[in-house]
């Protein structure tokens, strides 16, 4: 006889990670991840398309990174208050209408409207999908979900980043550039359709009163003053290589206040007290930081390098560095079904830290085996990162709190990768040679032993189905 225990007005079955709930949750995941690197093809297009420099249209991978790293860990902390299922929903409704609003757009100002719809909605799925599977594996009584349904989020919404680059060359050389947008429309159709059919109704929950009491559980003014810091921030490694340090300064205050306001409040959006008292979890993030720092230092940097240096299509380096997402995302399915944190998370450090020393030895004429080789490392890297990370986070987060930890894990992503691209910017400000990739890889190589020692020396990380602070 089957097992059914009631979740949210629905029931678990004796198999609840049936591909039916997990299918919706792994394509709202790889939303955000390719739209994030697909306009990059684009931008020469959309320039021409609507008269203006290739210069401005950047700002669309900007608005995208921006609304991401502020979104991801607000949905959270919404989808703790009003229900996981809720803000997914909401989030997938978002793409749907920003993929609409990019594809009949007219002007840039429309055009980056719907990059930052796209980017508020897509950034909904992780932290929900973390909270969702959170929720069904409490109500089959397990202690942690299976490892391959972790596996296949992280897959979903990493390893497929860099899939975005010959996903966008092919619409935009076959269909052209609004197709970057448009696409966006029928899978949030899936996503959605899916979604309301087999993911379970939220559980009845008492609904705020009234508006103040809203204010204060979802804490509206630190989640304010998060977007306000973090925008200043962002804004300051956007302006390098000529750096903007009233910005700066204007984040190191803000972070300030809202630390201060965040150590008061009731319902604190971002509970500093934990992120102190919590060192196990602050050394995951930082990790998982740096690695993606370094795997996108390849993604943009190299990519840079390949197209000025060695005058490969945008489209041939987009397959080029496929096996980046190929390998990354084999490594996840094979360490991700034992729930290996210690092991993954040292082994992406080591393959970052040799990895950069390939990059140091890259020249013009290096042969195309050896970038794919660099490339593979790569892969690795961001496999084993993502993978034994993210299961780190979930034992050390408290569960009360998955949601938003969950989005501040993709937000330090996000600062990692927009930090590749300062360093890009300075490296490359006059021209790209090879010194500059050279330049590049120490710097590559410094984070990478940062990222070992953070590693090696964690005295918090412990083996496989071990967890550090949840029961």
Known sequence: MTVRIPVGGASVGREPFTWRFTTPLFVG?????????????????????????????TSLVTALYLASAIAQPTAGKAA????????????????LLGGVLGGVARNLVVLLAARVVIGLGSSCAYPTAMMLIQRRATAAGMAKPPG????????????????????????????????????????????????????????????????????????????????????????????????NWIMLAAAVVLFTVLTRWELRAGHPFVDMRLLVRNGALTRTYLRYALVALCVYLVLYGITQWLQAGRGMSALGTGLLLLPTSAVSGVVVALISRRNLVRGPVIVAAAASLVGSAGVLLLSSDAAVVWIV?????????????????????????????L??????????????????????????????KDSGVHLIALVMTGVSIAAVALSVLDRALRGPGRPTTRP
């Open 148 to 243: 391959g349904v972790l596996g296949g989020l992280q897959i979903a919404g990493v390893a497929t980043a860099s899939l975005g680059l010959p996903i966008g060359g092919v619409l935009v050389q076959a269909a052209g550039w609004r197709w970057v947008f448009l696409v966006n429309v029928p899978v949030a159709l899936v996503a959605l359709a899916a979604a309301l059919i087999w993911i379970p109704r939220d559980a009845a929950r008492r609904a705020p009163g009234n508006a103040r009491e809203v204010i204060a559980r979802v804490d509206l003014l630190g989640i304010i003053g998060f977007a306000l810091a973090m925008t200043a921030l962002l804004a300051f490694l956007f302006s390098i290589p000529e750096p």
């Open 373 to 401: 080789l660099i490339t593979v490392l790569f892969g690795v890297a961001l496999g084993t990162g993502a993978s034994g990370n993210q299961i780190a986070l979930y034992t050390q987060a408290p569960p009360e709190q």
């Open 80 to 95: 703790e208050v009003f229900g996981a299922r809720r803000v997914f929903l909401l989030g997938i409704a978002l793409v």
């Open 29 to 57: 995941s790889a939303l955000n991840a390719i739209n994030s690197s697909m306009i990059a093809t684009a931008l020469v297009p959309i320039a021409a398309g609507l008269h203006v420099s290739v210069g401005r249209t």
């Open 403 to 432: 949601g938003v930890a969950s989005g501040l894990f993709r937000t330090f992503g996000y600062v990692g990768s927009i930090a590749s691209s300062a360093v890009t910017g300075i490296v490359f400000h006059t021209s790209v």
